[in-house]
């Protein structure tokens, strides 16, 4: 079975520092990694997706996510935070081929403070 | 949010009655999706389809049914909505060749069960 954990609920950065929102997972084979986000009283919007090849992704609104194979990661990260990218994250996983049946983690908070 | 829509936004209902939420895009994608978001768990898969009478079920997929003649519509129906299906509920639909396919989620459906 697929899983995705995000280890923490919420995540507190000054504006101006980097920021990274971390994210494990578990699948079979080799998936298909996605970070969505989610602003208030909104659907979620595709940031970034790992297919293969470089390790390094880079995706929307200046965000970059990092593979790791081997710590089966797949932490997102930003050089500079913006207060307008207070929002809540989501990782997920799906598997090749077919329907892309997402399965998401819980969720991190992210708190950019002026 | 890409042409999708989703009506009721927001619905009460009492426990035993039947519901039925609609998803309505104008990309005339093939797949469609159907999560529900709750704190701690992030989204979750409930059906899905791969075209007009082609469904498949998700991960929580017990107590719904889905439905789809055209298209363009998606619908979600609770037979007999419980307590434990209050949530708020959101449709997705995949961008074709962006392999994978980026999903595109509405503006989502509070579902308030009393």
């Known amino acids: 079975a697929q899983s995705v954990a995000q280890p923490e609920d919420q995540v507190n950065v000054a504006e101006g520092n980097p920021l990274t929102v971390k994210c494990t997972y578990s699948?079979?084979?080799?998936?298909?990694l996605f970070w969505y986000v989610q602003y208030p009283n909104r659907g979620l919007q595709f940031l970034l997706k790992?297919?293969?090849?470089?390790?390094l992704v880079k995706g929307s609104y200046g965000f970059e996510a990092e593979f790791n194979k081997s710590q089966t990661s797949f932490h997102l990260k930003k050089p500079s935070a913006l207060v307008s990218d207070s929002a809540l994250y989501f990782c997920?996983?799906?598997?090749?081929?077919?329907?892309?049946?997402?399965?998401f983690g819980q969720g991190t908070r992210l708190t950019i403070n002026p | 949010d890409a042409g999708i829509t989703q009506s009721p936004r927001h619905k009460v209902t009492e426990t035993g009655t039947p519901v039925t939420l609609r998803c309505h895009q104008t990309e005339n994608h093939r797949y469609m999706y159907w999560y529900r978001q709750d704190p701690g768990h992030g989204l979750r898969l409930i059906h899905y389809s791969y075209g007009v009478k082609d469904t498949d079920k998700g991960e929580v997929s017990d107590g719904y049914s889905v439905s789809r003649s055209k298209t363009e519509d998606f619908l979600l129906t609770l037979e007999s909505a419980t307590s434990s299906q209050t949530s708020v509920y959101f449709c997705?639909?995949?961008?074709?060749?962006?392999?994978?396919?980026?999903?595109?989620f509405g503006p989502g459906t509070r579902l308030t069960v009393t």
């Open positions: 790992y297919i293969t090849g470089d390790n």
């Open positions: 699948v079979s084979g080799n998936p298909y």
């Open positions: 997920a996983v799906s598997r090749r081929g077919g329907a892309q049946k997402l399965v």
């Open positions: 997705a639909i995949s961008a074709p060749g962006t392999s994978p396919d980026e999903q595109y």
